[in-house]
């Protein structure tokens, strides 16, 4: 029915939507390559119609499936595709009268199709408009069964809600607040090399170039933006990075001091590394490490860029040992290899990518890295481990295993990122531990 060249950009949503799940890819890795023919406005329509579809799939299927009764698999992928994304604009963005909406979705099946394939889009979307697509109302379908309506109304896969659940109470939180803090999207994130008055001049002026900016909560590096900033607001700033603020603190936690020897172990594609470099300074000197040599090229490529000279790259296998470090690094931060769903704000596609098998595959491979990376800091020295994830196995578990065979350590700080839905991060794990003996 379309394809990725098509001008409507509603048409190239739809298209890129299928890719998504037909094929894993991931969201932002479409868009680099899909957005260039477009200006600015319409770049970030597709981008808003593409992450909010994916990321509410469940909750526009359910309503969907009310209509067509019958399984969606049996209805074209395109005109399915192409249905979501309307409905999506329809229940989530409210740009458009719904009545305007429905139109110019028939007429998009219609030039892409026949008159028998705008009428079938008309029909849908107007038969759930009719049953009056309300919270309400979904809620009623379900009856007793709450656990599935809130699946379903924040459009998680069974098995993940079975770990979030899990997850929110082992802190103490209901459900559907851990729910709200999954599902609600993020802007970007800087992160400056200055002090606070040079925070503060950015943000003010980001402000007056139309974005909306506010300093970080957390790191005293940090601005979060609510509005998508383009790079072009950013012109003219030599020391801006994008970086979440969670990976933010997983640097800050390593306590860095000028001079400072530091090894970052799993460093591509870089953020953590840079910054570790400004806060150890000329006098220090960051090592980082990885096992993707084409990853690692381009951590040079931006160490370059910025005219860091106290960086030193190494192209190494994380789960082996290398005798050259043993006892030789003030801090090492390891930012482990993991199932990445503490990003599923930013990334929502993860939520159809991930499956249940991935949180303990994940954290028997951080486990062997971690095992080496015990072996790197000086007596005294500070070993910081981070995932961006919340799953038991992979945080919590990881340590309590760590902590058992390695009496050498000591765990002095351990904590998720994110308790609140106004906070502005990734979900990451963090924990700091000082090596005593």
């Not at 160490?303 to 000279?309: A, D, F, I, M």
């Not at 990122?417 to 005593?436: A, L, S, W």
Request: aromatic letters at 10%.
């Amino acid at each position: 029915m379309s394809n990725k060249k098509t001008k409507d950009p509603r048409l190239v949503a739809s298209s890129l939507i299928q890719d998504v799940l037909d094929q894993s890819f991931f969201v932002n890795e479409l868009l680099n390559d899909s957005l260039s023919a477009f200006d600015f406005p319409k770049r970030r329509f597709i981008t808003e119609l593409v992450y909010g579809t994916v990321r509410h799939l469940s909750h526009l299927d359910f309503w969907i499936l009310k209509v067509f009764r019958k399984p969606l698999k049996r209805m074209d992928k395109e005109l399915l595709s192409l249905i979501r994304v309307s409905l999506y604009q329809i229940l989530f963005m409210s740009n458009r009268e719904a009545a305007t909406i429905v139109f110019e979705a028939a007429e998009l099946a219609k030039r892409c199709g026949n008159e028998k394939t705008a009428g079938f889009v008309n029909f849908i979307l107007r038969e759930i408009l009719r049953s009056n697509p309300t919270r309400e109302n979904m809620e009623a379908d379900f009856g007793e069964r709450h656990d599935e309506f809130l699946q379903t109304y924040y459009s998680v896969p069974q098995w993940l809600y079975d770990r979030i659940k899990a997850q929110a109470e082992t802190v103490g939180q209901d459900v559907e607040e851990y729910l709200q803090i999954v599902n609600k999207p993020l802007g970007i994130t800087l992160r400056i090399e200055g002090d606070e008055n040079l925070r503060q001049q950015i943000i003010e002026k980001l402000v007056s170039k139309g974005a909306t900016a506010e300093a970080a909560k957390l790191s005293p590096y940090g601005i979060c933006t609510n509005k998508a900033v383009n790079f072009s607001m950013l012109k003219g700033f030599d020391n801006i990075y994008i970086q979440d603020e969670s990976s933010q603190l997983s640097v800050l936690e390593m306590d860095i001091k000028k001079g400072d020897k530091i090894l970052d172990i799993c460093a591509a594609p870089g953020g953590k590394t840079l910054f570790a470099s400004y806060l150890t300074g000329d006098e220090g000197f960051v090592t980082a490490a990885d096992v993707n040599g084409n990853r690692l090229n381009m951590l040079a490529d931006v160490v370059l860029e910025h005219g860091k000279k106290n960086i030193g790259m190494k192209l190494h296998d994380a789960t082996k040992d290398n005798p050259e470090w043993h006892n030789a690094f003030d801090r090492v931060l390891l930012d482990a290899p993991c199932s990445a769903l503490g990003t599923v704000r930013r990334h929502p596609e993860t939520k159809w990518i991930k499956n249940n098998n991935d949180p303990a595959k994940m954290a028997s491979i951080s486990g062997k890295i971690l095992e080496q990376a015990a072996k790197y800091p000086k007596k005294d020295g500070i070993l910081v481990f981070s995932v961006c994830t919340f799953t038991k196995e992979e945080t919590l578990e990881q340590i309590k295993r760590f902590s058992a065979h390695h009496p050498e350590f000591t765990v002095e700080k351990s904590y998720f990122t994110v308790k609140e839905p106004d906070d502005n991060r990734d979900i990451f794990f963090i924990c700091r531990m000082r090596k005593i003996k």
